[in-house]
């Protein structure tokens, strides 16, 4: 079954340098990059996209870790398509805590797990279709993604837009 996931090259990620590598063994998926945009991650995106941890007592190291206070203040967000495309993204990510993941996995290669707790892991993946679907809305508009992959509504705006000079 075709399905789309959202991956997230982290700030950590980027400011490694493993941009190049994390795509390289991503494109061993044989899925399709429909999406991709960098970010500057506000707080109220990164407290969506961790909605479900807001209990957690390493909430808010996990917020200032998404929105590149450690780091650098972005975030590659990638989305991509094809067949079974959440496990194996998820496969080739490793476990979520980079010390249990297979060493040849993106997480077993270049994360970590900082005093506090946190886990810099380089890479974020959806968990399964539903949140696939909600991190997808939350991270792009339906006119960044090259095809319709979920219902939409045109709607008219009357809105200021900066232009190239």
Same mark, same amino acid.
């Given at each position: 079954?075709n399905?789309?996931?959202?991956?997230?090259?982290?700030?950590?990620?980027?400011?490694?340098?493993?941009?190049?590598?994390?795509?390289?063994?991503?494109?061993?998926? @044989?899925?399709?990059?429909?999406?991709?945009? &960098?970010?500057?991650?506000?707080?109220?995106l990164?407290? @969506? $996209?961790?909605?479900?941890?807001?209990?957690?007592?390493?909430?808010?190291?996990?917020?200032?870790?998404?929105?590149?206070?450690? $780091?650098?203040?972005?975030?590659?967000?990638?989305?991509?398509?094809?067949?079974? #495309? &959440?496990?194996?993204?998820?496969d080739?990510?490793?476990?979520?805590?980079?010390?249990?993941?297979?060493?040849?996995?993106?997480?077993?290669?270049?994360?970590? &797990?900082t005093?506090?707790?946190?886990?810099?892991?380089v890479? $974020?993946?959806? #968990?399964?279709?539903?949140?696939?679907?909600?991190?997808? @809305?939350?991270?792009?508009?339906?006119?960044?993604?090259?095809?319709d992959?979920?219902?939409?509504?045109?709607? @008219?705006?009357? &809105?200021?837009?900066?232009?190239?000079a």
């Open positions: 079954m399905q789309a996931t959202l991956v997230l090259i982290k700030p950590d990620g980027l400011k490694k340098s493993l941009t190049g590598n994390i795509l390289t063994r991503l494109s061993e998926t @044989k899925l399709d990059i429909v999406g991709a945009r &960098i970010v500057k991650v506000s707080r109220d990164a407290q @969506k $996209h961790y909605a479900m941890l807001k209990d957690k007592p390493f909430f808010e190291d996990l917020l200032k870790y998404l929105m590149g206070e450690y $780091h650098k203040k972005k975030v590659m967000a990638l989305v991509y398509y094809g067949e079974d #495309a &959440i496990q194996k993204v998820r080739i990510c490793g476990a979520t805590n980079p010390e249990e993941a297979d060493p040849v996995s993106i997480r077993g290669a270049y994360g970590r &797990i005093t506090k707790g946190v886990y810099e892991n890479i $974020h993946a959806s #968990a399964n279709p539903e949140e696939s679907e909600r991190e997808i @809305k939350l991270w792009f508009s339906p006119d960044e993604i090259i095809f992959l979920y219902n939409t509504t045109a709607v @008219k705006k009357s &809105i200021e837009t900066r232009v190239w």
